[in-house]
């Protein structure tokens, strides 16, 4: 049986821009005070984050394993992570067991390759 990868991380939302939208005009007269503050966000990973997520894709990838991505800053994914109990990212989740932030790439390897003997795959 092939198990469930799930991988568990929380992007950051970082100010990319701020604006003011034009004012409104009727015809007669413009209307600055409908002019409104316009704010861009870009949903950013941290570093950490993103090298575990790389190296899992690569894991996952070369063993033909499946893999899914949750996002902990949606909805969605932070009830998915709260009724497991994962409480810190990058967490990994094979079936019922969970890596929590992984030290080192080596390590994690490891850890997997550990995992996937007990679950015979």
Partial sequence: ?????EIYIKTEKKLAGQYFSPPVSDGVMIHTCLSKKM???EKTLPQAEKQILEFMNNYCERKELPIEIIDLSTL???LKAKM???????TIAIDQEQ???PANLDTLEQEL????????A
């Fill in 39 to 41: 704010l861009e966000y």
């Fill in 76 to 78: 969605k994914g932070n």
């Fill in 84 to 90: 497991k109990g994962i409480t810190k990212t990058p």
């Fill in 113 to 120: 390759e550990a995992h996937l003997k007990q679950s015979g």
């Fill in 1 to 5: 049986m092939t198990p469930k990868i």
């Fill in 99 to 101: 890596i929590e932030a």
